[in-house]
Nanobody, 124 residues
């Protein structure tokens, strides 16, 4: 069992940066792949980025590649999403998720545990 708690969201102007954090609890965190997803009002939840248990494999959605960076610290049981050059279309609730199968996938249904989300609002 893994519990996930996101933090770091807020209001930022276009072109600005935010760093999201995801704190995990549970003994097996370091063996899970982790992902970030987001959901804008009236839209489906969509994949943002994923990282393997070791951090050796990383995968980004095309819409954020080159602007966002996912990372993890297994000793601290933390996952991060550094977001630079933010755009108004990045406005959404951002969710952290854990995949027991370490699949580094963009498929929502592959993730077993989810956090409650943190709001990111980018003003133009």
């Amino acid at each position: 069992q893994v519990q996930l708690v996101e933090s770091g969201g807020g209001l930022v102007q276009a072109g600005g940066s935010l760093r999201l954090s995801c704190a995990a609890s549970g003994r097996t965190f370091s063996s899970y792949a982790m992902g970030w997803f987001r959901q804008a009002p009236g839209k489906e939840r969509e994949f943002v980025a994923a990282i393997s248990w070791s951090g050796g494999s990383i995968y980004y959605a095309h819409s954020v590649e080159g602007r966002f960076t996912i990372s993890r610290d297994n000793a601290k049981k933390m996952v991060y999403l550094q977001m630079n050059s933010l755009k108004p279309e990045d406005t959404a609730v951002y969710y952290c998720a854990a995949d027991r199968n370490n699949g580094i996938t963009a498929e929502l249904r592959e993730y077993d545990y989810w956090g409650q989300g943190t709001q990111v609002t980018v003003s133009s």
